[in-house]
T-cell receptor, first 114, second 117 residues
């Protein structure tokens, strides 16, 4: 059962534009929502994360918007740059017997064109 | 501080064979998780080890197994390989893997790309 749904599967944005990636979850036991960025040939790296008691978190050009009632969260990349071209994964973490269990979305391949 | 190291980087096997992948976590990290990454499926959780014990397990068949050594290094084994096992296998480490830990971030290695022919 897929517990975190991510869209779109791929995204092409012009340099300077806004990239938006959306995720939805079902299980209300999730208590931490990180986003990971993965470049070709590398493993995913933590980009930014949010807890459900906050509606928005901003770090530089990256912003997470969180809607607890709708069980949705999204990543916004402002002023998108070619160097942002990568695959982005949303994730949701829950307590599994006292330890963390992380569920990932299926990923969004972002291409920022000059 | 060295990151998570996975070996080998690439591996080509044939159906029916078995394979062992290795992961060395960041120094001081005691929790090691394994994920399978395939196009369209994202990252699928395989299992997590802490202090040489498997704590969590995903929905993969018994052909997928792992272990962790006293130095926190971990190995993953896949027996009787199938074509569908072709994927990027990622290892991630964290300090303790505690659910409520504010600093419980996952750090991934670059993965082992397994191709089954």
């Amino acid at each position: 059962q897929q517990q975190v749904k991510q869209s779109p599967q791929s995204l092409i944005v012009q340099k300077g534009g806004i990239s938006i990636i959306n995720c939805a979850y079902e299980n209300t036991a999730f208590d931490y929502f990180p986003w990971y960025q993965q470049f070709p040939g590398k493993g995913p790296a933590l980009l930014i994360a949010i807890r459900p008691d906050v509606s928005e978190k901003k770090e530089g050009r990256f912003t997470i918007s969180f809607n607890k009632s709708a069980k949705q969260f999204s990543l916004h990349i402002m002023d998108s740059q070619p160097g942002d071209s990568a695959t982005y994964f949303c994730a949701a973490r829950m307590n599994s017997g006292g330890y963390q269990k992380v569920t990932f979305g299926t990923g969004t391949k972002l291409q920022v064109i000059p | 501080k060295a990151g998570v190291t996975q070996t080998p980087r690439y591996l080509i096997k044939t159906r029916g064979q078995q394979v062992t992948l290795s992961c060395s976590p960041i120094s001081g990290h005691r929790s090691v998780s394994w994920y399978q990454q395939t196009p369209g499926q994202g990252l699928q959780f395989l299992f997590e080890y802490f202090s040489e014990t498997q704590r969590n397990k995903g929905n993969f068949p018994g052909r997928f197994s792992g272990r962790q050594f006293s130095n926190s290094r971990s190995e993953m084994n896949v027996s009787t390989l199938e074509l569908g096992d072709s994927a990027l296998y990622l290892c991630a480490s964290s300090l303790e893997g505690q659910a409520l830990g504010l600093n419980e971030k996952l750090f991934f290695g670059s993965g082992t790309q397994l191709s089954v022919l």
